[in-house]
């Protein structure tokens, strides 16, 4: 459905995003996740047709950006950062603007603006000022807006922000509903908002794209040592030097509260039951013993850090934390 | 309903919403009542003042009254006109409205004579309202139609051209402040092209010079002349204004 060959896009000197590439199948949803300014919001303008790319060439259902904006502006719905409003119209005056600007009319507008304002629980401030409203309702009126055509492509850049947990979990239950149907961009940096509704993840970071995988698969991929965590009750002095003598285990940090270790072992090979029996047996008090997956969060970390330049040794150890009990 | 359609019912909402019409156009039609009744006043003077010299009096209302009055209109449309075209793209803008507008399936043109239309619409509302001053008059008095008319024509045009250079200001600016100087800007330098045509003298660049002037061409409309040269001009400056607004929000996505 959407067709991104090498597209690049330079401001003067600064190149905002470098030969990016990539593909997103019909009813499929595609994160874009990366740090401010790597070039999230350059690459959903160049496919909305907002600016040209650079170089490259992106198509959206088969019509090119360059070529054919208008048949590839009616496909699309397109959320921008800011919900681009009109503080002094009402919700339902706006969105009737919207759907006349992307030729609804008469019956097939009433109803669309009907199904928009009941899907995002607008129908208590439609005839409201937007003006007058607070930011996650001016951002539920934004998707109405990208919605209200029902159009084949979604792009919504950062579509959560401003709402309440609430509305969060409704707005990401509504993404993966019009997944199947609707094929969806979305660009966060909340890394869960990801995981929960995104079957791929491109990770873009200074204008390249330096991971494009399932979100479990990143994980994977990037995972290079398994990690238990271990809480015991009574350790004994020398319980690190002791665990470190497990077959497996490559070594032990003692962790932040009382009685918290994390350990790390060869890949592959799983420590867990060696470890629990040491435990017992030495009368250490086993509280808990988990293997701690890498979040996606840890992986983002990773990607984007070593790009700068980082030691990856550093970065590993400030992604450790993340899997610790607190 | 048309995208222009849509875009003009939408641009005459935003106006009648914000206080900015009813400020501007009180003060409109304010100054044009009092300049009205002041000339009305002097005419009335004048016509005593021959009573007394020559026993009767004949005086023209058309060249008292409305050609002065026209005149001054030209200078107070030339302050007030920025003020109402200034937001039309620097508010998108800065709103960040514009992204929205850009990415709609509609053409850029459909977006610039829409704003335009709306603007133009806002204007001949507040000119068509000024229509009660020759009402007025036309009961107690009696003067020729006809120069009014085309007086009221060259306003029209006139006002076009000047909305369309307010539009291409707000296009190239996020800042309404700036837009409206702009236009300002080139408005006056669009007045003052006649003095600098008139002291180039009759050569062929002086007459250039003048040509490109509205003051020549508003004149032959208020003296009730109907000239194809004159009205090509109006037409022509607004198409070229509208195209360069064109131009200038086109090339917005290219920064």
Known sequence: MIEVQQITKRYGQHTAIDRVSFSVAKGEVLAFLGPNGAGKTTTMRILTCFMPATEGTARVAGFDCADHPLEV????????????????????????????????????????????????????????LIGNLSRGYRQRVGLAQALLHDPQVLILDEPTVGLDPKQIIEIRELIKNLAGSHSVILSTHILPEATAVCQRVVIISGGRIVAEDTPEQLSARLRQSEKISLTLKSPATDTDSRLKAVQGVQNVFIGGAPGTFLLECELGRDAREEVARLAVTSGWGLLELKAVSMTL??????????????????????????GQPT | MTPVQAIIAKELRSYFVSPVVYVVGSVFLLIVGLLAYLYVVFAGAQAIQLMQMQGSAQINLNDLVFRNLFSSIRFILLIILPILTMRLFAEE???RTFEFLMTSPIRISDIVIGKFMSVFLVFLGLLGLTGLIPLVLALFSDFNWYPVLTGYLGLALLGALFLSVGLLA??????????????FGLLLVLWLLAGVGSLLGDTAIGQAVSYLSFMEHYDHLVR?????????YFVSGLAFMLFLSHRAVDSTRWK
């Open chain 1, 297 to 322: 969060e840890d992986v983002f970390l990773q990607l984007t850090k070593t790009e700068e330049g980082l030691p990856q040794g550093a970065v590993l150890a400030s992604a450790e934390p993340a």
């Open chain 2, 224 to 232: 009730g002349l109907i000239d194809t040269k004159d009205l090509v």
């Open chain 2, 170 to 183: 707000s296009a190239v600016t996020e800042n309404q402040i700036v837009a409206a100087f702009i236009s």
């Open chain 2, 93 to 95: 803008r800065k709103l």
């Open chain 1, 73 to 128: 502006k009616r496909r699309i719905g397109y959320l921008p950062e800011t919900p681009p409003v009109y503080l002094e119209l009402t919700v339902t005056e706006y969105l009737q603007f919207v759907g006349r600007l992307r030729g609804l009319s008469g019956k097939i507008l009433t109803s669309s603006m009907q199904r928009e304002i009941e899907r995002l629980g607008l129908g208590t401030v439609q005839h409201r």
